[in-house]
């Protein structure tokens, strides 16, 4: 009797443990990563949204005294003329026809490259 008991109180407790784990599964993405899906595209400048991009993803490569395919992406003129001819975004949005940005890693997030288009449409101000 006794171990019939403990058998059903085992069960009991294992279906109590299965049921509560279960309730806490939560997929709505903004509460498990705020943020993530928050992109402020209000107010964008150079110096508080483009040029950090730029600076941690493209002048590892693109700066220096010898920078990758003699692109310099290390001052706001240089930036300037990428975005001016068409570079800039080509490279980071992956389109076709332009290698894709960063080199051998993967695309910057949506909320980066909208920040950069917003800033080439507004005339790329040096702000």
Excluded at 24 to 46: A, K, R
Excluded at 58 to 70: E, K, W
Aim: hydrophobic share 35%; proline share 6%.
């Amino acid at each position: 009797m006794e171990h019939l008991i403990t058998k059903t109180l085992r069960l009991l407790t294992a279906a109590i443990l299965v049921v509560s784990l279960h309730s806490c599964y939560n997929d709505n993405v903004e509460e498990l990563y705020p943020g993530s899906s928050n992109c402020d595209t209000t107010n964008v400048t150079f110096t508080n949204d483009v040029w950090p991009v730029i600076n941690a993803n493209c002048t590892v490569c693109h700066g220096g005294g010898f920078p990758s395919a003699n692109v310099s992406l290390t001052n706001y003129n240089e930036i300037v003329a990428a975005s001016k001819n068409g570079s800039l975004l080509g490279v980071i949005r992956h389109d076709a026809g332009w290698p894709p940005m960063p080199n051998g890693g993967g695309m910057l997030p949506d909320c980066n490259i909208k920040k950069i288009e917003i800033w080439i449409n507004a005339g790329s101000p040096e702000n």
